[in-house]
């Protein structure tokens, strides 16, 4: 299956900074998506993003799927964006394969 | 949006005895739904797929007969841990792929809420 690496994997900030989490992927994708894992586990959907640039309040994600990479940014970070964020992609059968993940701490 | 629920969110039980876990999709229907386990601060693994009406898919290293699956509806699955051991413990969370929601694009997966089990 396809192979999702994501970097940084750890990033600590102080609240107001900006930051971009990087995905890249192996292969050709028809579906990627950015989650984020709050404190109790749950993960929340960012965004669906197999290709192109969207945006939701502060976050904005962009994924350039000819260099097979997807941007997430964050800005004007908050305490409350703590947590884990997934990149997960497919390319053929039907379940997403997860990246390791970031693990973002956000400082006040 | 696409509610996938989850239940029970945690569980304790005694080594030995099975857990079972429920998965729905409350405004959806799923003909095809997955299972992940999480341990700590690590990845979610794919353990298997599960299809409505047949068979679930096993990842390879995933024993079928300890992580029984049904699909018998199109909004629930369930997984069943069996005669579980203390190294079961850990953090199952079930997806389900919206299909047919947005026009001309795939399908979107959305996750339940995780079923943390403890095996004591």
């Known amino acids: 299956g396809i192979q999702v690496e994501q970097s940084p994997p750890d990033l600590i900030l102080q609240e107001g900074a900006n930051s971009t989490l990087r995905c890249n992927f192996s292969?050709?994708?028809?579906?990627l998506q950015w989650f984020h894992q709050n404190p109790w586990g749950q993960l929340i959907n960012l965004f669906y993003i197999p290709s192109g640039t969207k945006q939701n309040g502060r976050l904005s994600a962009t994924t350039v799927a000819t260099e097979r990479y997807s941007l997430l940014y964050i800005s004007s970070s908050q305490t409350t964006d703590s947590g884990v964020y997934f990149c997960a992609a497919r390319n053929s059968g039907y379940a997403l394969n997860f990246g390791k993940g970031t693990s973002l701490l956000v400082t006040p | 949006g696409a509610v996938v629920s989850q239940h029970p969110s945690r569980v304790i039980c005694k080594s030995g005895t099975s857990v079972k876990i429920e998965c729905r999709s409350l405004?959806?229907?799923?003909?095809?739904m997955f299972w992940y386990r999480q341990f700590p601060k690590q990845s979610l693994m794919l353990m298997a797929t599960s299809n409505e009406g047949s068979k679930a898919t096993y990842e390879q290293g995933v024993e079928k007969d300890k992580f029984l699956i049904n699909h018998a509806s199109l909004t629930l699955s369930t997984l069943t841990v069996t005669s579980a051991h203390p190294e079961d413990s850990s953090f199952y969370i079930c997806?389900?792929?919206?299909?047919?929601?947005?026009?001309?694009?795939?399908?979107?997966?959305?996750f339940g809420q995780g079923t943390r089990l403890t095996v004591v």
């Open positions: 405004d959806f229907q799923a003909t095809t």
């Open positions: 292969d050709s994708v028809n579906n």
């Open positions: 997806s389900a792929r919206a299909v047919g929601l947005y026009k001309n694009r795939a399908p979107e997966a959305f």
